[in-house]
């Protein structure tokens, strides 16, 4: 998969992807964080609050990949704010992790929902969406240069490996990308939300937590080695 050797990736780059061919030079991550809440990549946009982008120390060493804004982060404008928020906190508690020190982020900016009632049911982003996106996800690795970067999830894998190969057979190894750096895959915090029978869930947390506890450990090595 083609990444973003600078921090200006190549435009226009997607058939399905709409909007400007041109953006101003973007030329840090505060700018971006802007210019994302004028993106009309896909049409999520049109729906959606705001953008969402990520969060986090610029110099982060690891970054968290999950899939899209849920309900409550679209309304709030950050990202893992919500329920699955709350899992990925205390899994990050777990493993020794401090969210301040960590860049938090997604693979689709906006939003994606059916509207049901009052509710908004969160719809899974299709294969251009993640493909348009991913002008800012590489935006924000370009920037943040992450060593170590965790894939949540069947999105943030396709968006960062290029790959619709399942988290069970991805998960354990890391891969590392053109730029050198490593992505290691784990399950999106969600899934547990969505578990019924509590032994899974214990099961599922413990593995979850030890994922996190290897991505910080990879992290570490890494940091040593530079
Ligand atoms: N799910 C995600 O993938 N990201 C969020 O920010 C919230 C829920």
Not at 2 to 12: D, H, T, V, W
Not at 54 to 78: H, I, N, R
Not at 168 to 182: F, I
Not at 195 to 203: E, K, N, P
Request: hydrophobic residues 40%; neutral net charge.
């Amino acid at each position: 998969m083609a990444r973003a050797k600078s921090n200006q990736p190549m435009l226009p780059f997607d058939d399905e992807a709409s909007g400007p061919a041109e953006l101003p030079e973007i030329k840090s991550l505060a700018e971006a964080a802007i210019a994302v809440q004028g993106c009309t990549r896909c049409s999520l946009y049109q729906f959606a609050t705001q953008a969402v982008f990520g969060e986090g120390p610029a110099e982060a060493s690891m970054m968290f990949v999950g899939e899209q804004p849920g309900d409550q982060e679209d309304l709030a404008g950050k990202p893992f704010v919500g329920p699955a928020g709350k899992v990925f906190d205390q899994a990050l508690a777990a493993a020794g992790i401090d969210r301040d020190r960590v860049y938090v982020t997604n693979a689709v900016k906006h939003f994606k929902f059916q509207p049901r009632g009052k509710k908004r049911l969160h719809q899974r982003p299709n294969g251009g969406e993640i493909r348009a996106c991913r002008f800012w996800l590489d935006l924000e690795r370009a920037f943040v240069k992450p060593l170590v970067t965790v894939a949540m999830g069947a999105t943030a894998v396709q968006s960062l490996l290029g790959s619709s190969a399942t988290i069970t057979s991805l998960r354990g190894a890391p891969t590392q990308l053109e730029d050198g750096s490593w992505v290691m895959v784990t399950i999106h915090p969600s899934y547990l939300l969505r578990m019924t029978d509590r032994g899974d869930v214990a099961a599922e947390r413990e593995k979850f937590e030890g994922d996190l506890r290897a991505a910080k450990a990879l992290e570490g090595k890494l940091a040593g080695a530079a």
